[in-house]
């Protein structure tokens, strides 16, 4: 049984950071991709970021160079670092998982949190 918690989110002003946490268990960590989603309100969920089983990255043009995604494998847990945050920045902020390449397409991933609310205020 996949499980995915989502830690880490609140309200920042321009300019500011936070790191995001994504527990997971019910699967072999290191032999999956994980991945970073978001959705604002009445928009659609947009990938952030994607990680591979050898820690290849791959970011969307929005967040390259502000985000990070790191992973611990021995301690199940997804990281994203946001820094330089912008109010555009605002929204759910998911974790998700896939068997497959890494990508930043919601609909190839299989498993998902629950999420984390991001605020950005200017």
């Known amino acids: 049984h996949v499980q995915l918690v989502e830690s880490g989110g609140g309200s920042v002003q321009a300019g500011g950071s936070l790191r995001l946490s994504c527990a997971a268990s019910g699967y072999t960590v290191s032999s999956t991709r994980m991945g970073w989603f978001r959705q604002a309100p009445g928009k659609e969920r947009e990938g952030v970021a994607c990680i591979g089983r050898d820690g290849i990255t791959m970011y969307s043009d929005s967040v390259k160079g502000r985000f990070t995604i790191s992973k611990d494998d021995s301690e199940r847990i997804l990281y994203l670092q946001m820094n330089s945050l912008k109010p555009e920045d605002s929204a759910m902020y998911y974790c998700?998982?896939?068997?497959?390449?890494?990508?930043?397409?919601?609909?190839?991933?299989?498993?998902w949190g629950r999420g984390t609310q991001v605020t950005v205020s200017s």
């Open positions: 998700a998982v896939r068997y497959g390449g890494c990508t930043l397409n919601a609909t190839d991933f299989n498993y």
